[in-house]
């Protein structure tokens, strides 16, 4: 059950990837902070933590991922 969330959330990615930076969900993926304070304790689990541990998972290199979700065939053929 775990595997086919995994490999969802990673064929998600890529397409996110794909997408132009003007779209709202790609502009969600890489917020800033541009006022204020966070809370106090522990921080929140991001999208992008959960990211980089499914592409560990999968042993996917962590700094070469970008570049190949852009190649939507490629992509889809990894994470399969």
């Known amino acids: 059950m775990e595997y086919l969330l995994i490999r969802k959330n990673l064929r998600w990615t890529g397409y ?3 997408m132009s930076p003007d ?3 790609k502009q969600i993926l890489y917020p800033q ?4 304070h966070r ?3 522990r921080p929140r689990l991001r999208f992008k933590n959960t990211l980089k541990r499914n592409l560990k ?3 996917i290199k962590t700094d070469s991922w970008t570049s190949l979700s852009q190649q939507g065939d490629k992509w889809r053929a990894l994470v399969k």
């Open 16 to 18: 996110l990837m794909r």
């Open 23 to 25: 779209r709202l969900p």
């Open 39 to 41: 809370k106090r304790g």
């Open 57 to 59: 998972l999968r042993d």
């Open 33 to 36: 902070l541009s006022s204020g």
